[in-house]
Structure formats: structure tokens, C-alpha cells
């Protein structure tokens, strides 16, 4: 077979692509969104341990426990983005910036994409996305 530049989004119309990079940025920014909120009920729940630890060993227990939850739950994050939205939000931008003029191109997000780390990143790559999707006529 001969390779192809063609995917399912370079077919779409402009109205069609920019719909459907909205509907991924929305939902990058919905996933971010739902996983700061477990963060932070995580790491008060944590923090309330932390208080009322009365020992130092104590202390390194929870501090070593929210440590390793942490962690996971960074892998976890970062799973679920590659499997649910890494590839579609790739390949909308990849289109989106061959149809929008070169000064729209910027190398700098293209790293979120692949590899957003953390929630942070994750935002980026929806509000990128967003940003092209809505600069498309």
C-alpha cells in the first residue's frame, strides 16, 4: 500500500474540523478539569492526615503514601490521555495547521501534544486547540 497523507479529518470541511477539534479541546479540558478536582480532594484529604499525625513516623507514612498516589495518579492521568485523546488531538492539530496560515505553526505546543506531563500541559493542548479551531474560517 502506498502511504497516505489523507486522515479522516483532512476530508472534512473547515466548519466540520473546527467542530470536531472544539469537541476534543472541550473534552482534554473537561478530563484536566475532573482530575485537578481529584487532586486537590486527594491531597486535602492527605494534608488532614498530616495534621493530625502525631508522631514524626506518622508524618512519613502519609507523606510517603500521598507521595506514591501522586505518582499514580499521574501515570493513570497520563494513560488515559494518550489512549482517549492524544492521537485525535494530534491529528487536528496537524491539519488544523495545514490549513491555517504558516504564522499560526508553533513548535512549542506541538511537545504538549505528545507528551502534556501533567494537567497543566493538558490545558494547553485544549486551549491550543481551541485557539486554532477558532481561527479557521
Wanted: hydrophobic content about 35%.
Amino acid at each position: 500500500l502506498a502511504p497516505t497523507d489523507e486522515t479522516r479529518y483532512s476530508v472534512m470541511s473547515n466548519g466540520e474540523l473546527r467542530d470536531s477539534a472544539l469537541k476534543i479541546a472541550g473534552e482534554v479540558r473537561a478530563y484536566a478539569q475532573e482530575s485537578n478536582i481529584q487532586e486537590r480532594q486527594l491531597s486535602d484529604s492527605y494534608m488532614t492526615q498530616m495534621r493530625n499525625a502525631t508522631t514524626e513516623e506518622d508524618r512519613n507514612r502519609v507523606w510517603h503514601e500521598m507521595t506514591a498516589r501522586i505518582i499514580q495518579d499521574s501515570f493513570e492521568m497520563n494513560a488515559t490521555y494518550d489512549k482517549k485523546y492524544k492521537i485525535s488531538a494530534s491529528l487536528l492539530r496537524d491539519e488544523l495547521i495545514r490549513r491555517l496560515p504558516e504564522s499560526y505553526s508553533d513548535k512549542k505546543h506541538a511537545l504538549y501534544y505528545e507528551h502534556p506531563t501533567n494537567m497543566l500541559g493538558m490545558v494547553e493542548v485544549a486551549d491550543d486547540l481551541e485557539k486554532l479551531a477558532r481561527s479557521l474560517r
